[in-house]
């Protein structure tokens, strides 16, 4: 078993109390948004319309079907890749290969879900099971977390994850101890990250679009537009697929219940909240209304891609004709960090270009409910949450460097205000 390492990490989300209460708290409201999105009142505070039995939540056929879908998408990833990218170097200074075949696994799944609609496969059934998959789901993710638990108890010291070996089994199993999990080249972690869990989103988004045209004739803007939306954000995060590579997830974060839990469940079942509360509340929306929310949700989107791109290709070279005019500080590291251009104006305006596309997700759904407001709210927290582990772990790696990007760049996601 390896020892735990060396100076261990602070801890995070509240120590092993807070891990515990979040694996209780995840869940139940996943479960809550589920209930409450086909509930006549649609309330986002206040109690659960009702509490499901097992009856409702347990059903082989959704543990099957689950199943199926991680395996399918276990077959598209190991399919020869366009490309194999090198990870970030290692605590051993070796670095891991990664298959680039995310886009594709996009592509083949929309083919097979296409002949499957064809061949009258009723994909519309699909929302009226979607207690029992959300179930499954995280049982998956609860067996596969403890799986993982176990096997890095075994793991050499040098394979663990910065933040997820405390000591405390609440709190390791939380965060995961392991940082890439791996049977042969098969990495669970970037699996899990990018594929099951959004192409999964996009497909019950689908399937919500389906059962609209089905009961109503056709789907409604509001539904087009939210899938529309959606799908753009998935295609684009497949398509760069590489660029997760260099995300706090991959590099800092092992592989446990929080990020198992996430990808699995809780990206596909609560990311599609806005589409499943389309379909039991249906909302008018004219021309000029969807028109503004395209133009929020293209600002958005322009800012994001604007500025994830900007870091990556200045990452991969500084000297890129793209971004070589770009004003640098030193760091003691030998690396630069960009103090014009997108990384100038506030220090996180990727975070400011999804915050912004995260409202235009939800204005489909008119005003009179906050419920489909909830992925704003959750992910503004998660974002300002996110934005100081980023701060802390940008301290330590660069210093006074990084008090003189703070002193230069004062705003951390939004300009004048935070
Ligand atoms: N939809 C969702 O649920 C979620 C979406 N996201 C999105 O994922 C994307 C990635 O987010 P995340 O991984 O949190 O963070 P970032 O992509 O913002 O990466 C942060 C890292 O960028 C580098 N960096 C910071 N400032 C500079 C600078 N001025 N110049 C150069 N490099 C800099 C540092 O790493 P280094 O110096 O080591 O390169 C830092 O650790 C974001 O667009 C976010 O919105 C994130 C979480 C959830
Ligand atoms: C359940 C908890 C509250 C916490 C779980 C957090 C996870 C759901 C998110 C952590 C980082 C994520 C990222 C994306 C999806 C959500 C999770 C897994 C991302 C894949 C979405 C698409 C983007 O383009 C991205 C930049 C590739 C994202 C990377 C981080």
Known sequence: MAPPQGPR??????????????????????????????????????????????????????????????????????????????????????RLLYPINGFQALVLTALLVGLGVLARLPLGALPEMLLPLAFSATLIAFVGSLLLYLKALVAPASALAPGGNSGNPVYDFFLGRELNPRICSFDFKYFCELRPGLIGWVLINLALLMQEAELRGSPSLAMWLVNGFQLLYVGDALWHEEAVLTTMDIIHDGFGFMLAFGDLAWVPFTYSLQAQFLLYHPQPLGLPGASVICLINAVGYYIFRGANSQKNTFRKNPSDPRVADLETIPTATGRQLLVSGWWGMVRHPNYLGDLIMALAWSLPCGVSHLLPYFYLLYFTALLVHREARDEQQCLQKYGLAWHEYCRRVPYRIMPYVY
């Open 9 to 94: 990490a602070p801890l995070e989300f509240g120590g092993p109390l807070g891990a515990a209460a979040l694996m209780l708290l995840l869940p139940a409201t996943m479960f809550h948004l589920l209930l409450a999105a086909r509930s006549g009142p649609a309330r986002l505070l206040g109690p659960p319309p009702y509490l499901p039995g097992l009856e409702m939540l347990w059903s082989p056929w959704a543990l099957f079907l689950c199943l199926a879908w991680l395996g399918l998408q276990a077959a598209l990833y190991l399919l020869p890749a366009r490309k194999v990218a090198e990870g970030q170097e290692l605590k051993d200074k070796r």
